[in-house]
C-alpha cells in the first residue's frame, strides 16, 4: 500500500527519555502554525505520576501526526482537504474542509481534531510544518525548539537508524518496540520510550495494515452512494409535494426543502 | 471568565495596527527602515532580526521573524550560548507578551481610589511633569532617602541606579533577597565570587538541592543538564516534591523541607573523616583543612538519618559516590535550595562539597570560579558627575543590622517592613520599574499596607500587573521587542537586545523614560546620550565597534587579549576557598559550615512549598495567552493520605491558612508529594483587573507566606511558613 515517492521522505524522532513535558514543542507549533487558541495541533501524552510515594515515576512525550505511510484521514476525506505530499507529509487544505469529521473517525491516532466553539469548526493537525518547510527552514517548529532534543526531525530512514541506534546503545533503557514503525501500517514518526506505550496514553493501533483500503471502498463509493440518496430522496420529496399541493390545507411546503435534498 | 483573544483575533489587530501606520506615517518606520538598509529585511519588511529574550533573566538570544512590520514567530538564536538555537516555552510565547491586548499604551494617571483601577490616559509630557513634580517635593520636603526605588534583574538597570543615586536615595529594593541571597553571599564568603558557573561537559555526579532545572528551565542548563543524564551522569536531586527533574533524576531524595544542610554536613562528614577528598591537594587552596575533620565529627550520616528521615547508609554511599567522581561531581549552588533561615548554611556546605571535590580548581571542572559574564571585556559608558553623598540609613537594615549582606543585594522585606513602621523614617514616594513588589514580597496583605503608607507610587511596566494597578502613575514600557537596552556581554561576546517592530501606541524604552525623567528632576549631567542608540555607541566606542555591525549579527566578539594564569587565586581575605572563614568569626557568626535547626510545622499543619513550572516566570506571565493556553491549572497539591485524614478529595475546594493570610484553592491529590508538606504554584491570584487573562485564575502564594529573614544572607526564607488545610466553602 505504501506509496513512497522519490522524494525525500520526511521523519520524526521522539524519544520520552528526553521529554521533560516543559510544552515549548505547543507554544511554538501555535504560533508559527497560527492555531487558534481553543485548539492544538499538538499534545504532550505521559503515564501521569506512577506509583506509591516514594517510588515514583512519571514520564511523558509530544504526540501529533504520525502522517502515515497509508494515510487512514486521507483515504476517509471525501472532498480531498487531506493529502499526501510528495515528502511524505500528511497536508491540510482548509479551503476544501467541510467539517464531516470522517477524518476524526478514520485516525487510529486521534490526531484531527476541532475547535468546536466555533461557528464552522475546521479540522486541525500538524501538517509538519510544512509552509516553513518550503520557506527554507529545516526543520519544523517543534523539533527546532525542543530544549531537550527530544523531538528531532530529518530523513525518515535516518531517524528509524537513530531510534535504533539509540536502543543498541543503551541496552535496558527503552522498551523493544519502536512505535510507529508499523503501526498502521507504518509512519513517519518513530517514538522510543523507556515505558510500554500503553502506559505512554499512546493509542494501540494494534492492527499493523492501515484501515485505508476500507476507507477507500467507503469513501470513494460514499458519493455514488450519497447521489442515489439524493435521487431517491427528491423523488419521495417531489412526489409528496404534489400530494399536498394537491392536498389544499398546506401553508408552508417548502419548509424542509434543504434538509430533504441533503 | 478569562478572555481568551483568539489567534485570529490576533491577526484582524495586526492588520488594523499596519493599516493605521499606513495612514500615520509618510516615511517607513524607523526600525524597519534601519532593518533593510542592514539587509535583514527585503523591500516588502520580511525577514529575520537577531535580539535577546526577555521572558525570563537567562537572557537567551533570538532571531525574531518579522513579517510587514510585524513579529510572527521566535526561534532560538544559534550563535547565542544561551539559547543555542532553541527557546523554552516561556521564549516561545514571548510576542504574545507584546501583543497582549492588555498592554498599555499610553502614560495612565489615576482618577479612582488606589485598587480601584480607575485611570485616565495622560500625555507622556503631563504624567513625566507629575512624577518629577511629586519626587521633587518628597526629596525637598523629606529629603531623598524618603523615596524608594525598586526594580528586578534586567539590562537597563544600570539606569535604573543612575537615576537612584543620582537622586540620592539609599532605599532600592531588588528581588534579590528574595532570591538568592544565601547563594551570593556564601559563594562571595567562600570563593569571592557571586555566582560560579556550571559545566556539564565532562560531569558525571550532580547533586541538586532543590534546583528544579527541568521545570526552573534555563534554556543551555536545562539542556546540558539533559545531554548530561542522557550520556550516563548520575543525578541525585533533593526535593519534598516529585518535580519533573525529580522524574528525570538517578535518585529522588524526598528529604523533610529545611534538612538539606543536615545531609551535606553528613556528607562533609563521611568524605572527610574517610579521607576521600585529597588533603595534600585540598591543603593548598581551603582554609581549615587541618580541622575539618574535628568539626565535622559530629556531623554523622546517623545524625543527619535523624533530622532528614534519609536513611545514614544512603547518605553515607551518595559521599563517597560523589567523591569518588573526583572533579567530575558538582552539588549545584542553586537559587534558594530550601528556602529556610539555614539557608545560607546550606550554601556554605554546598561550596564546601564543592572545594573538596576540586572541581574548581581542575581544568574542565565542573564549577567554574570565574565571572564568565566579564570575559576581560569594558564596555564604556556616558561620562557623568560623582553621585551625591548618601548619609541616611538604609531602610533595610544594610548594614548597621545585617552586617554581611552584600550592599547591592539588600534585604527588600525589611524594607517594606521600615516603610510600615517608619523607623529609623518614613519613606513617603515609590519609584518602581519591571517590578511588582505585591506578588513578589511575602505577606501580601503587609505590602498594600505599605503601599497605603505612599504619597506618590509610579510604576513603569508594559501593562497593569498588580503592582501598577495601585499606582497613582503607569508609565508604559516597550516591551523587549520593541526597544533597545544597554549591551550585555556573555562569553567573550557582546550582544544586542534591538527592536524587531516599532514600540506600539506610545510606549517607550526605559532607557528614554529614565532619561527624561532625569533631566525633568535635575539630573541631565547624569544622562548623557541622546538617545538609545547614542548610548550603545558609546558603550562600543572604545572597543571600535560599529553598533551596526552588531544589529546586523546580533553579537560581535570582540579579540580580547587574555591574561594566561596557572596561579589559582581565588578573590577572598586569603587567597584561598574559606571553608573557615575569619570575616564570619569577626562578625559573630560560626566560622564553619553550621547546622541551624530548622522551624517545623505542628502536626496540623503543612510545610507550605513554592517552585517553578516550565510554563511562568514567577508572576510575570500569567497574562501571556500562549502560556495560559498551556499551563495546569494551579491547584494545591497534598498527598492522598493527608488528603484522607481530612476528608478531602481530589478538586475540592479548600481553604488554606497560614499564620498571615488565607487563600481558597482548589485540590489536587497526588502521590507526589511528601504527607507533610502542600505545594501551590506561586504567581496566580492576581488583584490586577487589568490582566484579563491572569486575573482571577488560582490562588496567591503571596498572602500565606510569612516573613523570616537569614540573620547573615538576609534572604527570605519562602519555605518556613506553615499552613492549615480544610474544606473551603466559597470561591474568594
Given at each position: 500500500?505504501?506509496?513512497?515517492?522519490?522524494?525525500?521522505?520526511?521523519?520524526?524522532?521522539?524519544?520520552?527519555?528526553?521529554?521533560?513535558?516543559?510544552?515549548?514543542?505547543?507554544?511554538?507549533?501555535?504560533?508559527?502554525?497560527?492555531?487558534?487558541?481553543?485548539?492544538?495541533?499538538?499534545?504532550?501524552?505521559?503515564?501521569?505520576?506512577?506509583?506509591?510515594?516514594?517510588?515514583?515515576?512519571?514520564?511523558?512525550?509530544?504526540?501529533?501526526?504520525?502522517?502515515?505511510?497509508?494515510?487512514?484521514?486521507?483515504?476517509?476525506?471525501?472532498?480531498?482537504?487531506?493529502?499526501?505530499?510528495?515528502?511524505?507529509?500528511?497536508?491540510?487544505?482548509?479551503?476544501?474542509?467541510?467539517?464531516?469529521?470522517?477524518?476524526?473517525?478514520?485516525?487510529?491516532?486521534?490526531?484531527?481534531?476541532?475547535?468546536?466553539?466555533?461557528?464552522?469548526?475546521?479540522?486541525?493537525?500538524?501538517?509538519?510544518?510544512?509552509?516553513?518547510?518550503?520557506?527554507?527552514?529545516?526543520?519544523?517548529?517543534?523539533?527546532?525548539?525542543?530544549?531537550?532534543?527530544?523531538?528531532?526531525?530529518?530523513?525518515?530512514?535516518?531517524?528509524?537508524?537513530?531510534?535504533?541506534?539509540?536502543?543498541?546503545?543503551?541496552?535496558?533503557?527503552?522498551?523493544?518496540?519502536?512505535?510507529?514503525?508499523?503501526?498502521?501500517?507504518?509512519?513517519?514518526?518513530?517514538?522510543?520510550?523507556?515505558?510500554?506505550?500503553?502506559?505512554?496514553?499512546?493509542?494501540?493501533?494494534?492492527?499493523?495494515?492501515?484501515?485505508?483500503?476500507?476507507?477507500?471502498?467507503?469513501?470513494?463509493?460514499?458519493?455514488?452512494?450519497?447521489?442515489?440518496?439524493?435521487?431517491?430522496?427528491?423523488?419521495?420529496?417531489?412526489?409528496?409535494?404534489?400530494?399536498?399541493?394537491?392536498?389544499?390545507?398546506?401553508?408552508?411546503?417548502?419548509?424542509?426543502?434543504?434538509?430533504?435534498?441533503? | 471568565?478569562?478572555?481568551?483573544?483568539?489567534?485570529?483575533?490576533?491577526?484582524?489587530?495586526?492588520?488594523?495596527?499596519?493599516?493605521?501606520?499606513?495612514?500615520?506615517?509618510?516615511?517607513?518606520?524607523?526600525?524597519?527602515?534601519?532593518?533593510?538598509?542592514?539587509?535583514?529585511?527585503?523591500?516588502?519588511?520580511?525577514?529575520?532580526?537577531?535580539?535577546?529574550?526577555?521572558?525570563?533573566?537567562?537572557?537567551?538570544?533570538?532571531?525574531?521573524?518579522?513579517?510587514?512590520?510585524?513579529?510572527?514567530?521566535?526561534?532560538?538564536?544559534?550563535?547565542?550560548?544561551?539559547?543555542?538555537?532553541?527557546?523554552?516555552?516561556?521564549?516561545?510565547?514571548?510576542?504574545?507578551?507584546?501583543?497582549?491586548?492588555?498592554?498599555?499604551?499610553?502614560?495612565?494617571?489615576?482618577?479612582?481610589?488606589?485598587?480601584?483601577?480607575?485611570?485616565?490616559?495622560?500625555?507622556?509630557?503631563?504624567?513625566?511633569?507629575?512624577?518629577?513634580?511629586?519626587?521633587?517635593?518628597?526629596?525637598?520636603?523629606?529629603?531623598?532617602?524618603?523615596?524608594?526605588?525598586?526594580?528586578?534583574?534586567?539590562?537597563?538597570?544600570?539606569?535604573?541606579?543612575?537615576?537612584?543615586?543620582?537622586?540620592?536615595?539609599?532605599?532600592?529594593?531588588?528581588?534579590?533577597?528574595?532570591?538568592?541571597?544565601?547563594?551570593?553571599?556564601?559563594?562571595?564568603?567562600?570563593?569571592?565570587?557571586?555566582?560560579?558557573?556550571?559545566?556539564?561537559?565532562?560531569?558525571?555526579?550532580?547533586?541538586?538541592?532543590?534546583?528544579?532545572?527541568?521545570?526552573?528551565?534555563?534554556?543551555?542548563?536545562?539542556?546540558?543538564?539533559?545531554?548530561?543524564?542522557?550520556?550516563?551522569?548520575?543525578?541525585?536531586?533533593?526535593?519534598?516534591?516529585?518535580?519533573?527533574?525529580?522524574?528525570?533524576?538517578?535518585?529522588?531524595?524526598?528529604?523533610?523541607?529545611?534538612?538539606?544542610?543536615?545531609?551535606?554536613?553528613?556528607?562533609?562528614?563521611?568524605?572527610?573523616?574517610?579521607?576521600?577528598?585529597?588533603?595534600?591537594?585540598?591543603?593548598?587552596?581551603?582554609?581549615?583543612?587541618?580541622?575539618?575533620?574535628?568539626?565535622?565529627?559530629?556531623?554523622?550520616?546517623?545524625?543527619?538519618?535523624?533530622?532528614?528521615?534519609?536513611?545514614?547508609?544512603?547518605?553515607?554511599?551518595?559521599?563517597?559516590?560523589?567523591?569518588?567522581?573526583?572533579?567530575?561531581?558538582?552539588?549545584?549552588?542553586?537559587?534558594?535550595?530550601?528556602?529556610?533561615?539555614?539557608?545560607?548554611?546550606?550554601?556554605?556546605?554546598?561550596?564546601?562539597?564543592?572545594?573538596?571535590?576540586?572541581?574548581?580548581?581542575?581544568?574542565?571542572?565542573?564549577?567554574?570560579?570565574?565571572?564568565?559574564?566579564?570575559?576581560?571585556?569594558?564596555?564604556?559608558?556616558?561620562?557623568?558627575?560623582?553621585?551625591?553623598?548618601?548619609?541616611?540609613?538604609?531602610?533595610?537594615?544594610?548594614?548597621?543590622?545585617?552586617?554581611?549582606?552584600?550592599?547591592?543585594?539588600?534585604?527588600?522585606?525589611?524594607l517594606r517592613d521600615a516603610i510600615i513602621s517608619g523607623e529609623p523614617y518614613q519613606a513617603h514616594g515609590w519609584f518602581i520599574s519591571r517590578q511588582n513588589p505585591i506578588q513578589a514580597l511575602p505577606d501580601r496583605t503587609k505590602t498594600l499596607e505599605a503601599f497605603a503608607k505612599?504619597?506618590?507610587?509610579?510604576?513603569?511596566?508594559?501593562?497593569?500587573?498588580d503592582s501598577a494597578w495601585f499606582a497613582d502613575v503607569v508609565l508604559p514600557e516597550a516591551s523587549y521587542l520593541e526597544r533597545y537596552d544597554p549591551l550585555y556581554v556573555a562569553d567573550g561576546k557582546i550582544f544586542i537586545r534591538q527592536p524587531v517592530i516599532e514600540p506600539q501606541g506610545d510606549a517607550k524604552s526605559a532607557l528614554w523614560i529614565y532619561k527624561q525623567l532625569g533631566e525633568r528632576l535635575g539630573l541631565s549631567?547624569?544622562?548623557?546620550?541622546?538617545?538609545?542608540?547614542?548610548?550603545?555607541?558609546?558603550?562600543?566606542?572604545?572597543?571600535?565597534?560599529?553598533?551596526?555591525?552588531?544589529?546586523?549579527?546580533?553579537?560581535?566578539?570582540?579579540?580580547?587579549?587574555?591574561?594566561?594564569?596557572?596561579?589559582?587565586?581565588?578573590?577572598?581575605?586569603?587567597?584561598?576557598?574559606?571553608?573557615?572563614?575569619?570575616?564570619?568569626?569577626?562578625?559573630?557568626?560560626?566560622?564553619?559550615?553550621?547546622?541551624?535547626?530548622?522551624?517545623?510545622?505542628?502536626?496540623?499543619?503543612?510545610?507550605?512549598?513554592?517552585?517553578?513550572?516550565?510554563?511562568?516566570?514567577?508572576?510575570?506571565?500569567?497574562?501571556?495567552?500562549?502560556?495560559?493556553?498551556?499551563?495546569?491549572?494551579?491547584?494545591?497539591?497534598?498527598?492522598?493520605?493527608?488528603?484522607?485524614?481530612?476528608?478531602?478529595?481530589?478538586?475540592?475546594?479548600?481553604?488554606?491558612?497560614?499564620?498571615?493570610?488565607?487563600?481558597?484553592?482548589?485540590?489536587?491529590?497526588?502521590?507526589?508529594?511528601?504527607?507533610?508538606?502542600?505545594?501551590?504554584?506561586?504567581?496566580?491570584?492576581?488583584?490586577?483587573?487589568?490582566?484579563?487573562?491572569?486575573?482571577?485564575?488560582?490562588?496567591?502564594?503571596?498572602?500565606?507566606?510569612?516573613?523570616?529573614?537569614?540573620?547573615?544572607?538576609?534572604?527570605?526564607?519562602?519555605?518556613?511558613?506553615?499552613?492549615?488545610?480544610?474544606?473551603?466553602?466559597?470561591?474568594?
Open positions: 500500500m505504501t506509496k513512497k515517492s522519490n522524494k525525500l521522505q520526511y521523519g520524526f524522532l521522539i524519544d520520552a527519555s528526553r521529554c521533560i513535558d516543559c510544552r515549548a514543542c505547543m507554544v511554538a507549533c501555535s504560533v508559527e502554525n497560527n492555531v487558534s487558541m481553543k485548539s492544538t495541533r499538538i499534545w504532550i501524552n505521559g503515564t501521569g505520576v506512577v506509583g506509591d510515594f516514594p517510588n515514583l515515576s512519571r514520564y511523558t512525550a509530544p504526540f501529533h501526526c504520525m502522517h502515515c505511510e497509508d494515510p487512514s484521514c486521507v483515504s476517509a476525506c471525501t472532498v480531498g482537504a487531506l493529502s499526501q505530499d510528495e515528502n511524505g507529509i500528511v497536508v491540510y487544505d482548509d479551503d476544501r474542509c467541510i467539517g464531516c469529521r470522517y477524518c476524526m473517525y478514520a485516525c487510529p491516532f486521534e490526531v484531527p481534531n476541532m475547535d468546536l466553539t466555533e461557528q464552522f469548526p475546521l479540522i486541525v493537525k500538524c501538517d509538519m510544518c510544512v509552509a516553513r518547510l518550503d520557506e527554507g527552514e529545516s526543520e519544523p517548529a517543534c523539533a527546532a525548539t525542543c530544549p531537550t532534543d527530544a523531538i528531532i526531525f530529518g530523513e525518515q530512514e535516518d531517524m528509524l537508524a537513530e531510534a535504533h541506534r539509540r536502543m543498541e546503545e543503551h541496552p535496558g533503557r527503552y522498551v523493544d518496540r519502536i512505535y510507529g514503525e508499523h503501526e498502521n501500517g507504518g509512519t513517519s514518526t518513530y517514538y522510543i520510550s523507556p515505558v510500554p506505550f500503553e502506559e505512554l496514553g499512546f493509542p494501540l493501533a494494534q492492527e499493523e495494515e492501515s484501515p485505508a483500503h476500507f476507507n477507500r471502498l467507503v469513501t470513494h463509493g460514499t458519493p455514488t452512494l450519497a447521489a442515489g440518496v439524493a435521487i431517491g430522496m427528491t423523488g419521495i420529496y417531489l412526489t409528496i409535494k404534489r400530494q399536498k399541493e394537491d392536498d389544499k390545507n398546506i401553508d408552508n411546503p417548502v419548509h424542509d426543502e434543504g434538509n430533504m435534498e441533503e | 471568565m478569562t478572555n481568551v483573544f483568539s489567534r485570529r483575533d490576533f491577526l484582524k489587530l495586526g492588520s488594523i495596527t499596519a493599516s493605521a501606520l499606513a495612514l500615520g506615517q509618510f516615511i517607513p518606520p524607523s526600525v524597519a527602515k534601519a532593518a533593510t538598509e542592514l539587509g535583514l529585511l527585503d523591500s516588502n519588511g520580511n525577514g529575520y532580526i537577531p535580539s535577546m529574550c526577555e521572558m525570563c533573566v537567562w537572557r537567551c538570544g533570538l532571531l525574531a521573524k518579522v513579517r510587514n512590520g510585524r513579529v510572527v514567530k521566535l526561534e532560538g538564536n544559534p550563535d547565542h550560548p544561551h539559547s543555542n538555537g532553541k527557546l523554552c516555552p516561556r521564549g516561545q510565547s514571548g510576542l504574545m507578551n507584546t501583543y497582549d491586548p492588555d498592554r498599555v499604551l499610553t502614560p495612565l494617571i489615576r482618577v479612582g481610589k488606589r485598587g480601584e483601577g480607575k485611570f485616565r490616559k495622560a500625555t507622556w509630557d503631563e504624567a513625566l511633569d507629575l512624577v518629577a513634580e511629586n519626587m521633587l517635593k518628597i526629596r525637598e520636603q523629606y529629603g531623598p532617602e524618603a523615596m524608594v526605588f525598586s526594580s528586578t534583574h534586567n539590562l537597563s538597570q544600570p539606569q535604573f541606579e543612575n537615576l537612584l543615586y543620582a537622586y540620592g536615595s539609599p532605599n532600592y529594593g531588588t528581588q534579590r533577597s528574595l532570591c538568592f541571597n544565601a547563594m551570593v553571599t556564601a559563594f562571595l564568603l567562600t570563593y569571592g565570587i557571586e555566582e560560579p558557573a556550571r559545566n556539564y561537559d565532562t560531569v558525571e555526579y550532580v547533586i541538586l538541592v532543590g534546583r528544579n532545572l527541568m521545570e526552573a528551565v534555563s534554556t543551555s542548563e536545562t539542556s546540558a543538564l539533559s545531554k548530561a543524564i542522557d550520556r550516563g551522569a548520575k543525578v541525585v536531586y533533593l526535593d519534598p516534591r516529585f518535580t519533573k527533574t525529580a522524574a528525570k533524576a538517578t535518585e529522588w531524595i524526598p528529604i523533610r523541607p529545611g534538612t538539606d544542610l543536615a545531609f551535606l554536613l553528613a556528607m562533609i562528614n563521611v568524605i572527610t573523616s574517610e579521607e576521600l577528598a585529597d588533603c595534600e591537594f585540598v591543603r593548598e587552596h581551603i582554609t581549615g583543612c587541618d580541622q575539618i575533620i574535628d568539626v565535622m565529627k559530629d556531623y554523622t550520616p546517623e545524625w543527619a538519618e535523624q533530622i532528614t528521615g534519609v536513611p545514614a547508609k544512603r547518605i553515607a554511599r551518595i559521599a563517597r559516590e560523589y567523591a569518588a567522581a573526583k572533579h567530575n561531581a558538582m552539588v549545584h549552588p542553586g537559587w534558594r535550595t530550601s528556602n529556610f533561615i539555614n539557608s545560607f548554611q546550606t550554601e556554605r556546605a554546598i561550596a564546601t562539597l564543592n572545594g573538596l571535590s576540586g572541581n574548581v580548581l581542575k581544568p574542565g571542572g565542573c564549577l567554574v570560579a570565574e565571572n564568565p559574564e566579564a570575559s576581560g571585556i569594558t564596555l564604556g559608558k556616558p561620562s557623568q558627575p560623582p553621585y551625591p553623598r548618601i548619609s541616611a540609613l538604609r531602610l533595610d537594615g544594610v548594614p548597621w543590622k545585617y552586617p554581611l549582606v552584600p550592599f547591592k543585594l539588600g534585604v527588600f522585606q525589611e505612599m504619597n506618590f507610587i509610579t510604576v513603569i511596566d508594559i501593562s497593569l500587573n549631567d547624569f544622562f548623557q546620550y541622546e538617545d538609545e542608540e547614542d548610548y550603545l555607541r558609546q558603550q562600543l566606542a572604545p572597543l571600535g565597534i560599529s553598533l551596526e555591525e552588531l544589529k546586523e549579527k546580533g553579537f560581535v566578539e570582540p579579540e580580547i587579549e587574555k591574561p594566561e594564569t596557572d596561579e589559582i587565586v581565588f578573590n577572598t581575605p586569603s587567597g584561598k576557598i574559606e571553608v573557615y572563614s575569619e570575616t564570619l568569626a569577626k562578625n559573630g557568626f560560626s566560622p564553619w559550615p553550621t547546622w541551624e535547626e530548622p522551624a517545623a510545622p505542628n502536626d496540623d499543619e503543612f510545610y507550605l512549598l513554592t517552585g517553578k513550572v516550565g510554563q511562568h516566570t514567577q508572576f510575570a506571565t500569567q497574562n501571556n495567552q500562549l502560556l495560559h493556553k498551556y499551563q495546569d491549572e494551579p491547584r494545591l497539591w497534598m498527598h492522598p493520605d493527608a488528603a484522607k485524614v481530612r476528608g478531602l478529595e481530589d478538586n475540592d475546594l479548600v481553604e488554606v491558612t497560614s499564620e498571615v493570610g488565607k487563600v481558597n484553592i482548589m485540590l489536587q491529590v497526588t502521590q507526589a508529594i511528601r504527607t507533610d508538606c502542600v505545594y501551590m504554584t506561586p504567581g496566580f491570584g492576581h488583584l490586577s483587573k487589568g490582566w484579563t487573562t491572569g486575573y482571577g485564575v488560582g490562588a496567591n502564594d503571596s498572602v500565606l507566606h510569612v516573613t523570616y529573614t537569614d540573620p547573615i544572607s538576609g534572604g527570605q526564607a519562602l519555605s518556613q511558613t506553615f499552613v492549615k488545610v480544610r474544606k473551603g466553602s466559597s470561591h474568594d
